[in-house]
Every structure is written in C-alpha cells, then in structure tokens.
C-alpha cells in the first residue's frame, strides 16, 4: 500500500539532538577537544563580560560555530546562521537545542567581531589547531580540517609593536597605527602587514 506524501505538524518535539549525531561521527572528536579548551578559557570569559546588562550570545557558541565554518567551508556569516537554522549536526556541536532560535547574522558578526578583539579568541583557535595536529584530526583520511584558515584567524591578533619602536606610520586599526617597520608577528616571524590597494 502507497502511502500519502502528506506532511503532519506535530504540536510536540521529542527529537533530541544529541540523538541524531552518530555515535561515530568524527565531530564528536573535535566537540570533546573543543570543550576541553573553553573550558580552560571560562574565567578568562566571564571577565570580559558585565553582571548586568542584556545578554549576549554566549561566547563559548560564538567560538564553536565559527570553527564549523572552517572545517565545513561556509562561506559568510548569513549562511552559516542558515545552516545553524536546519542542520542539526550544527546545532549540535554549537550546543543549540532543537527549538532554539538562530541568530541574526549581523547579530552574530557584531558579537564574534567583539570577541575576536580578545587574545581569548587567538588562544582558542591556535589550541585547537595544536590539539588537532596533536591528535590527527587535521590529517585523518575521512575527516579533515582547513587548517590554514585556523592558523590565519589565530594569527589575526598576533601584530604586536617591536621592542625598539613607537607607534609609527602604517594602517590604522582602531585608532593604533601599524606598520611592518613597527609591529611584528609574534606567532609567525615571516608574516607581513599589507593593504589593499584602491582600484582603478
């Protein structure tokens, strides 16, 4: 007997997330190390934040759905929130439950771009490049990550001014002026500052 193409609406959930991710599944590795970092990172976090105030997205998930866009190659912030949206595999390693609304991806943005402001977020991203090379997560046959965009986000606070130098001329990054002649990579000797040219 065929049955009918008709979707029912049910008026309860009963779907657990954690459920429907594989036992197996080589996420669940990444999740385990991942948690394992913020958790090293929790007093540091909680003093970056006020008491009071409206709540913002919690940064331990901000953390998390960042690096699936890396491992999973999302390309902008509003794709990323519609994954987040329908993928249950994302809800999951971001730690959102089933009938948890999304962000905005601006919401989003502003919140991840005040974060990345923090060494936190250069800490979180150069652990877990180490950890995963550590324990061949980077390498592994069936499940890779882009490590490359992990070290470049690592390193995107690294800049910081040499010994013998004062702020000098160079690009201006929130009110700090840099330059190759004044500032250096501390995570990468051979890393330069460059701007982007105006087109003709």
Request: net charge negative.
């Amino acid at each position: 007997m065929r049955s009918p193409d008709v979707q029912q609406l049910g008026m309860f959930s009963y779907v657990s997330v954690e459920d429907r991710v594989p036992p197996d599944h080589p996420i669940r590795k990444l999740r385990i190390l991942v948690d394992a970092i913020l958790g090293e990172l929790d007093e540091l976090l909680a003093a970056r934040y006020a008491a009071g105030g409206r709540p913002s997205i919690p940064p331990e998930r901000i953390l998390r759905a960042s690096l699936l866009q890396v491992v999973y190659s999302v390309r902008s912030e509003r794709l990323l929130m519609e994954q987040l949206n329908y993928n249950l595999l994302f809800r999951w390693f971001v730690g959102l439950n089933i009938d948890d609304v999304v962000w905005d991806h601006s919401t989003f943005s502003f919140n991840r771009q005040r974060l990345f402001d923090e060494a936190i977020a250069q800490h979180f991203f150069e652990h877990t490049v180490l950890l995963a090379r550590l324990r061949d997560l980077v390498s592994d046959d069936h499940f890779s990550v882009d490590g490359t965009l992990l070290e470049a986000w690592a390193s995107h606070k690294s800049f910081r001014p040499r010994d013998d130098h004062d702020e000098g001329d160079g690009d201006d990054f929130r009110g700090h002026k840099r330059s190759n002649d004044t500032h250096a990579s501390t995570t990468d000797p051979d890393a330069r500052l460059i701007r982007k040219g105006k087109g003709k």
